[in-house]
């Protein structure tokens, strides 16, 4: 088992909690997204969509994280409580990894992610966006009252979701005024799970450091993004 992930992409970090927490061994093959790795006709064979993290299983390669985290519960942990089998605890799961790709992570990789790495601007649209997301994220934590995300036992649907706070984190964004049920939940995942968290925490601090010395992408052609000229931010 291969994954092609990067050291601090939110995707590729819940993968590799997923993998931890199921215990799977696997080969890290670090992707430099600098030397744009994922974007050569190479990659593009084990993933059209070129982005980042892609499993290898022996030849069957999976893409976007959510279906990895499902893939590898399905197919090597049946039985494991992180991907309930119940239908209705498994739909809230479902629902919360849709939530997180949909409508948060979007507004945090607008946000947080994409200005640190290229040449966009943090907006008042843009905080307006993730505050509503952030609204939603808060409402189904404080309806359910529980302790993870989708119920009172951690999932896959926990990662994902711990992930995009951590970019908040990354940039100093406080949560607990406005969002204290997401607070609680992130802070007892940390301490619930410290051998998860040191995966993802490694990249928050990457990212915590980007945000101060942003790094330097001038060598990339990018198709979509604008690259920032060196120190103009
Ligand atoms: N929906 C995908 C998103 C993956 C994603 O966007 N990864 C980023 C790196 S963190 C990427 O590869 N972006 C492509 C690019 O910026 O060129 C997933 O969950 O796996």
């Known amino acids: ?22 215990n799977i061994p696997y080969e890290h093959i670090s992707v430099d ?50 991907y309930p089998k119940d239908p209705k605890e498994r739909a809230v799961v479902n629902h919360r990894l849709c939530f997180n790709l949909a409508f948060l992570y979007p507004q945090i990789s607008a946000y947080v992610m994409a200005p640190i790495f290229f040449d966009y601007e943090r907006t008042e649209m843009g905080l307006k966006k993730l505050n509503m997301a952030l609204d939603a994220f808060e409402t189904y934590l404080k309806r ?14 926990d990662f994902p979701l711990v992930t995009s706070i951590m970019c908040l984190e990354a940039i100093a964004f406080k949560l607990d005024e406005k969002y204290p049920t997401v607070q609680k939940w992130y802070a007892g995942f940390k301490q619930a799970h410290a051998n998860l968290w040191a995966i993802t925490e490694k990249g928050m601090e990457e990212i915590r450091e980007f945000e101060k010395n942003p790094p330097d992408l001038s060598g990339m052609v990018h198709p979509i993004h604008p690259i920032r000229k060196v120190g103009t931010k």
Do not use: W
């Open 33 to 82: 997204y600098g030397k744009a790795e994922h974007l050569t006709e190479e990659y593009g064979k084990m993933n059209p969509q070129k982005e980042i993290p892609v499993l290898d299983d022996d030849g069957f390669f999976l893409s976007e994280s959510n279906a990895i985290l499902q893939y590898l519960c399905e197919k090597y942990a049946p039985e494991s409580e992180l």
């Open 144 to 157: 359910t009252g529980t302790k993870y995300v989708a119920g009172n036992g951690l999932t896959i649907a």
């Open 1 to 22: 088992m291969k994954l092609y992930a990067v050291s601090d992409g939110p995707p590729s970090l819940a993968v590799r909690m997923a993998l931890e927490a199921l």
